[in-house]
């Protein structure tokens, strides 16, 4: 079954510092998503992406966040300027449509401590 | 989005069944009733979802209530790779990407 390939697993970061999350959605999808999860605590969503906008954000995702589908294959997430409280699990998602019936693929997620 | 309730944790024993209950009172009539689990230490991964009728896929079946106020996530016969937590999720439309929340989940146990 094809997967979401997500890149580094770990990464380690010094407070203040830049780091791009990467992601390989499934091939032929068209709606991408971010989710994070702190360790302990739910699954949170944080952006949709589709046609190259963002769809949907939380309150979350404020200006140290952005996203970009830099070709047809990658799908990334960078925070500017880490702070310790972005240390969690981040998982990417992409579905073939928006549809309510449609199911979402994971990848499994990069976790990311900021030190 | 319409909230669920589900019991915080499940303890069941390895080759029997697991019915996963979950409560949705205020389920609207376009939202679909999804249901995802997320194994330790893996991002969450879709396992089945209905809107009225029961399901049935090659992981678990999902049992609709009549008024669609509750569902149950049945898995046939356990296994220790069933241990997760399952989250029970409404998927409404809310413009170009209809988003899953994601609540505390069900944490199953399975005992060998």
């Known amino acids: 079954e094809p997967e979401v390939t997500q890149t580094p697993s770990h990464q380690v970061t010094q407070m203040g510092q830049e780091v791009i999350l990467h992601c390989v959605p499934i091939?032929?999808?068209?709606?991408f998503y971010w989710y994070r999860q702190i360790l302990g605590q739910k699954v949170e969503f944080l952006v949709s992406f589709y046609n190259n906008e963002i769809s949907e954000k939380s309150e979350i995702f404020d200006d140290q966040f952005s996203v970009e589908r830099p070709d047809g294959s990658n799908f990334t997430l960078k925070i500017r300027s880490t702070k310790l409280e972005d240390s969690a699990m981040y998982f990417c998602?992409?579905?073939?449509?928006?549809?309510?019936?449609?199911?979402?693929?994971f990848g499994s997620g990069t976790q990311l401590s900021v030190l | 989005d319409a909230k669920t309730t589900q019991p915080n944790s499940m303890e069941s024993n390895e080759e029997e069944p697991v019915h996963l209950p979950c409560n949705h009172s205020t389920i609207s009539g376009t939202d679909y009733i999804h249901w995802y689990r997320q194994l330790p230490s893996q991002g969450p991964e879709y396992v089945i979802h209905g809107l009225t009728s029961n399901v049935n896929n090659r992981m678990a079946s999902l049992a609709i209530a009549e008024d669609r106020k509750s569902s149950t996530l049945i898995l046939h016969r356990a296994t220790l790779r069933d241990a997760a937590v399952y989250y029970c999720i409404l998927r409404a439309y809310t413009g170009a990407n209809s988003k899953l929340t994601f609540g505390k989940g069900i944490t199953l146990s399975v005992r060998p």
């Open positions: 091939s032929n999808h068209l709606y």
């Open positions: 998602a992409s579905s073939e449509q928006a549809a309510t019936n449609e199911k979402l693929f």
